[in-house]
T-cell receptor, first 113, second 113 residues
């Protein structure tokens, strides 16, 4: 059984640029959630995707957007990067939208200079 | 709104000693409660979960947690800590049909020989 995989693992961008992070969900999981974990903080919910549509969103601006593909993989896009966007971005998959039990990837570490 | 409080940011215990990590939550309905562990540079791994039923739940790696509704608490315990338990521990709350899982700020556990 393949777990959740994320790419890239590390990246550096400059303020104002755009970034795309990718996530492959665990086998059999149809729901993907994205979380932002700033240094010294717990993960913060960005949004969830189910059946290729956004299925809930946290308190993040519209420049944070996402996609889910028919194979349940997902992308997180962030436009107009700000210094405060520097964080570990975690993707989590789950077998449905109901349980809340999340299976996390190892994250993508984004540094914005 | 959901919220989670982990009052201890950093805890140091001796190897072989017992451990209790505190977690208090705020949620109006019946919560789903989780403990996750994060090793440095890695994603989060689920230790245990409470959805309903027996209020004492067993998890992986010898951990257990007790749900106390009257105290709005879900403390994590381990009778004898091993050096490999050094990591950061996150308490989290979710709910049936609710996409967002809310995490606490985390407790960093240091184990000394």
């Amino acid at each position: 059984e393949t777990g959740v995989t994320q790419s890239p693992t590390h990246l550096i961008k400059t303020r104002g640029q755009q970034v795309t992070l990718r996530c492959s969900s665990q086998s059999g999981h149809n729901t993907v959630s994205w979380y932002q974990q700033a240094l010294g903080q717990g993960p913060q919910f960005i949004f969830q995707y189910y059946r290729e549509e956004e299925n809930g969103r946290g308190n993040f601006p519209p420049r944070f957007s996402g996609l889910q593909f028919p194979n349940y993989s997902s992308e997180l896009n962030v436009n107009a990067l700000e210094l405060d966007d520097s964080a570990l971005y975690l993707c989590a998959s789950s077998p449905g939208t109901q349980t809340g039990e999340l299976f996390f990837g190892e994250g993508s570490r984004l540094t914005v200079l | 709104a959901q919220s989670v409080t982990q009052p201890d940011i950093h805890i140091t215990v001796s190897e072989g000693a017992s451990l209790e990590l505190r977690c208090n939550y705020s949620y109006g309905a019946t919560p789903y409660l989780f403990w996750y562990v994060q090793s440095p540079g890695q994603g989060l791994q689920l230790l245990l979960k409470y959805f309903s039923g027996d209020t004492l739940v067993q998890g992986i790696k010898g951990f257990e947690a007790e749900f106390k509704r009257s105290q709005s608490s879900f403390n994590l315990r381990k009778p004898s800590v091993h050096w490999s338990d050094a990591a950061e521990y996150f308490c989290a709350v979710g709910a049936m049909g609710y996409q967002k899982v809310t995490f606490g700020i985390g407790t960093k556990l240091q184990v000394i020989p």
